[in-house]
């Protein structure tokens, strides 16, 4: 019996990147998977309390940090919370702005993105979208098989952020318009776009989010 052909989209693995978008802490995960199966390469937060209340400090910081994680992990696509719309009108608009600098960052590099609002992130990973951080942060361990960490507030975010690209590699993609183009494409197509590498600086390694 001869056996269809696995699609180029099925043997070659993709990476995704996850934003929780934050004023303070933005957590931020980035995923490779292939066909079913994902595998975890960093997740972790942007922690932007030190620099106070001075807000342009803090897109600065995220789109400076957007963009280095982008170049050494080179995303095909972005997904990206939405902001949560509560009642305090000033912290929307800073959350607002925060989310776009994320966006920004990666359509600068012509990676496609998509939202998805957090109901629809919880209900693709615990099954309810309802779920508490403590109960996405524990379905994503046994998921992923990661070993236990205490479940502070920064960790959290960060596993807030694994749960949003969980969220579309369940999507299978469908949600990301055809004709996006990925940063690793882009620079194999133009390999003078980018700059050569900061002598002596080490190569990325897997990171996982410590205790905080």
């Not at 807000?55 to 995303?75: C, V, Y």
């Not at 403590?134 to 960060?158: G, N, S, W, Y």
Request: charged residues 20%; contains cysteine.
């Amino acid at each position: 019996m001869i056996l269809p052909l696995a699609s180029s989209s099925e043997l070659l693995p993709k990476v995704i990147m996850g934003v929780d978008p934050g004023t303070n802490l933005m957590g931020y995960a980035v995923i490779e998977v292939q066909g079913q199966h994902a595998r975890l390469l960093e997740y972790d937060v942007i922690d932007m309390r030190k620099l106070g209340t001075n807000h342009a400090l803090k897109l600065k910081r995220i789109f400076e940090r957007m963009t280095e994680l982008i170049d050494e992990h080179l995303p095909d696509e972005l997904a990206i919370e939405a902001p949560f719309f509560g009642v305090n009108v000033q912290s929307m608009l800073k959350l607002g702005r925060a989310q776009g600098v994320a966006i920004a960052a990666c359509l600068a590099r012509q990676i496609p993105y998509v939202e998805y609002a957090p109901t629809k992130v919880k209900q693709s990973v615990t099954g309810s979208g309802n779920a508490s951080k403590e109960q996405v942060a524990h379905m994503l361990r046994q998921t992923l098989k990661l070993p236990p960490i205490e479940e502070a507030p920064k960790f959290l975010d960060a596993t807030d952020a694994l749960a949003v690209a969980m969220c579309h590699h369940y999507q299978k993609g469908n949600n990301v318009k055809a004709g996006g183009k990925s940063w690793g494409k882009f620079l194999a197509d133009n390999p003078g776009k980018l700059a050569a590498p900061v002598a002596g600086k080490k190569a990325p390694a897997v990171r996982k989010k410590p205790a905080a």
